[in-house]
């Protein structure tokens, strides 16, 4: 079986610091893992995605994530944070074939000028 | 490019109607749907896989008789769901594969569903 933590809820931040969204997860098999982003009235949009190629991965808007096996770890993370990141962000784990997907609770994200 | 809607955004409908929703993959044939449920502050859980011109799968625990899922054409895929109860409110959300990434899923907007 396959699941993802995301281990907070909410994170706050201010506008212009780094950002850091933590994401564990378990997995019989080699995973592939990716990083969703909800605005509010919008579909979830793909920020990245891992599939056992490098290991850092680099997204849209500036988000980055690193795949670390030892640690069962894909924390997402951004040098600087913008108002219009404000939104939910969901890591996921999927199966071979990419069709189940399997999300994590959700992180709020939360920005202040 | 790579669009899916969802119609209606809002419905509300009386506690024993039927209520259907749709999702249109607007720019590319969707060889899978996917729905997906998400409740308040919880994130989204799989109801059905559908293929085109085959029966839906459901996953464990979802009721395939109150939540009819059909995929009659690579851009429509409806879900139903009969005799709706205030505790079927919620968020369903739709997703599409076959785009321009083979594993990518395509997110519709959502569909927030009230029961009175």
């Known amino acids: 079986a396959q699941s993802v933590t995301q281990l907070d809820s909410h994170v706050s931040v201010s506008e212009g610091t780094p950002v850091l969204l933590r994401c564990n997860y378990s997995s019989s098999y080699s995973p592939s893992l990716f990083w969703y982003v909800q605005h509010p009235n919008k579909g979830l949009q793909l920020l990245l995605k891992?599939?056992?190629?490098?290991?850092l991965v680099k997204g849209i808007n500036g988000f980055e994530a690193e795949f670390k096996k030892s640690e069962t770890s894909f924390h997402l993370t951004k040098p600087s944070a913008h108002m219009s990141d404000a939104a939910e962000y969901f890591c996921?784990?999927?199966?071979?074939?990419?069709?189940?997907?399997?999300f994590g609770t959700g992180t709020r994200l939360l920005v202040s000028p | 490019g790579a669009v899916v809607s969802q119609h209606p955004s809002r419905v509300i409908c009386k506690s024993g109607t039927s209520v259907k929703i749709e999702c249109r993959s607007l720019?590319?044939?969707?060889?899978?749907m996917f729905w997906y449920r998400q409740f308040p502050k919880k994130s989204l859980m799989l109801m059905a896989t559908s293929n085109e011109g085959s029966k839906a799968t459901y996953e464990q625990g979802v009721e395939k008789d109150k939540f009819l899922i059909n995929h009659a054409s690579l851009t429509l895929s409806t879900l139903t769901v009969t005799s709706a109860h205030p505790e079927d409110s919620s968020f369903y959300i739709c997703?599409?594969?076959?785009?321009?990434?083979?594993?990518?899923?395509?997110f519709g907007p959502g569909t927030r569903l009230t029961v009175t």
């Open positions: 891992y599939t056992s190629a490098a290991t």
């Open positions: 996921v784990v999927s199966n071979t074939g990419f069709q189940k997907l399997v």
């Open positions: 997703s599409a594969q076959g785009g321009g990434s083979p594993y990518e899923q395509y």
């Open positions: 720019d590319f044939q969707a060889t899978t």
